[in-house]
Every structure is written in structure tokens, then in C-alpha cells.
T-cell receptor, first 114, second 113 residues
Framework: GENVEQHPSTLSVQEGDSAVIKCTYS??????FPWYKQELGKGPQLIID?????GEKKDQRIAVTLNKTAKHFSLHITETQPEDSAVYFC?????????????FGQGTTLQVKP | ETGVTQTPRHLVMGMTNKKSLKCEQH?????MYWYKQSAKKPLELMFV???????ENNSVPSRFSPECPNSSHLFLHLHTLQPEDSALYLC????????????FGPGTRLTVL
């Protein structure tokens, strides 16, 4: 079946450094790629998303890049801060049009050391 | 807060109990979702409702029974659960079903003894 692979499963960086999380997907029809951040005791919260008609999107310290040919997309966090510590999930839509559903990656636990 | 609330936040139940999880969204969305989140596994989609009609049932055992009485409320009725059903159950909503942004509630941490 369709799946999304996410790497690494854990990532530890020093405050101020950059963090990169990568995901690959299998459905060539996927056209929507959100990233969620989940803090302890809370549900996932959308931090950025990208659709297949663009290759890159940026929002302050967070950016997402998409390579449709290679079927992978990445989350980039610059100037990391301790409050960025959380579990990050990527997702990709499967199925066509707006009736597609989201398939999630396994999650990356990011630790930012002060 | 995301505008999606879930109750209870924690639930402990025996295998013979019957309980219900409740989700409410204050966003005016038309689609609502139930997900299961287990340790070290991706989020698993369980059910999707669009305009109060179930549009997705992801091979979920019949001991989980969803109910959507209106577009703002979603329930998950539980009965005769197994210990492996222990997990975080997340509710989400979106404007339309599919690739619209989904907003998640805080989840219900369920423990089955």
C-alpha cells in the first residue's frame, strides 16, 4: 500500500543550529504535503504545508522543499530554539483530487539543547 | 487552542466496559476524523465523516463504533476493547474532506486493562 517514510527518527541539535527532516512518499498522485508539530500532551499542530505546484515555501524560520520527481520533501528549521523541541510528522495525500486522505510518517523527535 | 476539543483527556477501562469518546469542533468545518496514535507508529486514520456521513472506514474492528450526530460533534463508542487498543485517540476536523488543512484536538489517552 501507499506509505510515507520519515527520517531521522530522532534528531538532537544545539540551539542556533539548523535541523532538517526528510520524507519520501510512494504515491505519484500525491499533491498535498503538510508538516505537523506535536508537543507533549497536545495534538499535532500544522506548522507549514506545500502543494505540488510549488517547489519551496518559507515561513520565518521554517521552510519546506518538495521534489516531485524524486518523491521526497523536507522540513528545514533554522536558528533552532529550545521551544522547537517536539515530535514532527510529515504527511502526504493519497488518492486523487480533494477526496484524498493523508498518510503520516512515523515522526521525528527533535531535541534542541540550550 | 485549535478549536477542537476532546473529552475525556484520559480514560482507563476494563475489557468488558463500554465507554465513549467525544469530540467537538468550533470551526464550522464540514469534515471530522478519528485517528489512532500508538507509540512508535504513524498516525492511523480510523474514520472520516463528511457532512455527517461516513465516507471512510479504514478496516477498523467493530468494537469501535463512530457516531456523528451533526457537523460539530463526533463520538467514538468503545466496547469489549483489547489491551492493544491502548493508545492516544485524536480527533481532527477540516473545512472539506480530503486535502484541506486538518486541525487536531488534544487527544484522549486510553488505557485498556
Amino acid at each position: 500500500g501507499e506509505n510515507v517514510e520519515q527520517h531521522p527518527s530522532t534528531l538532537s541539535v544545539q540551539e542556533g543550529d539548523s535541523a532538517v527532516i526528510k520524507c519520501t512518499y510512494s504515491d505519484s498522485a500525491s499533491n498535498y504535503f503538510p508538516w505537523y508539530k506535536q508537543e507533549l500532551g497536545k495534538g499535532p499542530q500544522l506548522i507549514i504545508d506545500i502543494r505540488s505546484n510549488v517547489g519551496e515555501k518559507k515561513d520565518q524560520r521554517i521552510a519546506v522543499t518538495l521534489n516531485k520527481t524524486a518523491k521526497h520533501f523536507s522540513l528545514h528549521i533554522t536558528e533552532t530554539q529550545p521551544e522547537d523541541s517536539a515530535v514532527y510528522f510529515c504527511a502526504a495525500s493519497i488518492g486523487s483530487g480533494n477526496t484524498g486522505k493523508l498518510i503520516f510518517g512515523q515522526g521525528t523527535t527533535l531535541q534542541v539543547k540550550p | 487552542e485549535t478549536g477542537v476539543t476532546q473529552t475525556p483527556r484520559h480514560l482507563v477501562m476494563g475489557m468488558t466496559n463500554k465507554k465513549s469518546l467525544k469530540c467537538e469542533q468550533h470551526l464550522g468545518h464540514n469534515a471530522m476524523y478519528w485517528y489512532k496514535q500508538s507509540a512508535k507508529k504513524p498516525l492511523e486514520l480510523m474514520f472520516v465523516y463528511s457532512l455527517e456521513e461516513r465516507v471512510e472506514n479504514n478496516s477498523v474492528p467493530s468494537r469501535f463504533s463512530p457516531e456523528c450526530p451533526n457537523s460539530s460533534h463526533l463520538f467514538l463508542h468503545l466496547h469489549t476493547l483489547q489491551p492493544e487498543d491502548s493508545a492516544l485517540y485524536l480527533c481532527a476536523s477540516s473545512w472539506e474532506w480530503g486535502t484541506d488543512t486538518q486541525y487536531f484536538g488534544p487527544g484522549t489517552r486510553l488505557t485498556v486493562l
